[in-house]
């Protein structure tokens, strides 16, 4: 699986949207790219997921450059319950290799 | 709430024993899979399940080993248990294991070796 680079931190105050960018310049024409988010030591949760279009859904929206070599997670409107760990994982479309490959992510922290 | 249910949240033990980490998947998933959480490792893959089938390995040590059962919950073994055990081990699941399926967590088991 291509490799990502993230931001260690990024602050964004409440209300206000949020723009995480991962960098992924590596990836393949076979890898979707995900984003989970882990608060705290909880299990990490699923944000969204794309191979090359923009997705939204209820929690965020996924940006892909069109070249795929980074995209952006955007949380809409930012809450302190947002504060976390986000990750951005690129994954194969196929092989064996279907695991999540965690990296280091972003710790965002939304403030009052 | 994922949907996900890993038995027991916490757990405390000593060094050279055996547990054992359960875990029940997404109603309808078939796909398991575990993974270790320690302060200087990050989140690691151990180990995939398909329908009872072992279909991806990862860093898993050997004194680990997994399986999944017919009704399709899955255990992690952990024996000979050593301080550098303690982590938090996740487990997740998907319908089939694709990677255009997303993996949905559990809350985690957390391991304590005194």
């Known amino acids: 699986d291509a490799k990502t680079t993230q931001p260690t931190s990024m602050d964004c105050a409440e209300g206000r949207a949020a723009n995480l960018p991962c960098n992924h310049s590596t990836i393949s024409g076979n890898e979707y790219v995900y984003w989970y988010r882990q608060i705290h030591s909880q299990g990490p949760q699923y944000i969204i997921h794309?191979?090359?279009n923009n997705e939204t859904n209820e929690m965020a929206s996924l940006i892909i450059t069109e070249d795929r070599k980074s995209s952006t997670l955007i949380l809409p409107h930012a809450t302190l319950r947002d504060t976390a760990v986000y990750y951005c994982?690129?994954?194969?479309?196929?092989?064996?290799?279907?695991?999540?490959?965690f990296g280091s992510g972003t710790q965002l922290t939304v403030l009052p | 709430d994922s949907g996900v249910t890993q038995t027991p949240k916490h757990l405390i033990t000593a060094t050279g024993q055996r547990v054992t980490l359960r875990c029940s998947p997404r109603?309808?998933?078939?796909?398991v899979y575990w993974y270790q959480q320690s302060l200087d490792q990050g989140l690691q893959f151990l180990i995939q399940?398909?329908?009872?089938?072992?279909?991806a390995k990862g860093n898993i040590l050997e004194r680990f080993s997994a399986q999944q059962f017919p009704d399709l919950h899955s255990e992690l073994n952990l024996s000979s248990l050593e301080l550098g055990d303690s982590a938090l081990y996740f487990c997740a699941s998907s319908p089939t294991g694709g990677a255009g399926q997303p993996q949905h967590f559990g809350d985690g088991t957390r391991l304590s070796i005194l």
């Open positions: 794309g191979l090359k």
């Open positions: 399940y398909y329908n009872g089938e072992e279909r």
């Open positions: 109603s309808g998933d078939l796909s």
């Open positions: 994982i690129v994954r194969a479309f196929s092989g064996s290799a279907r695991q999540l490959t």
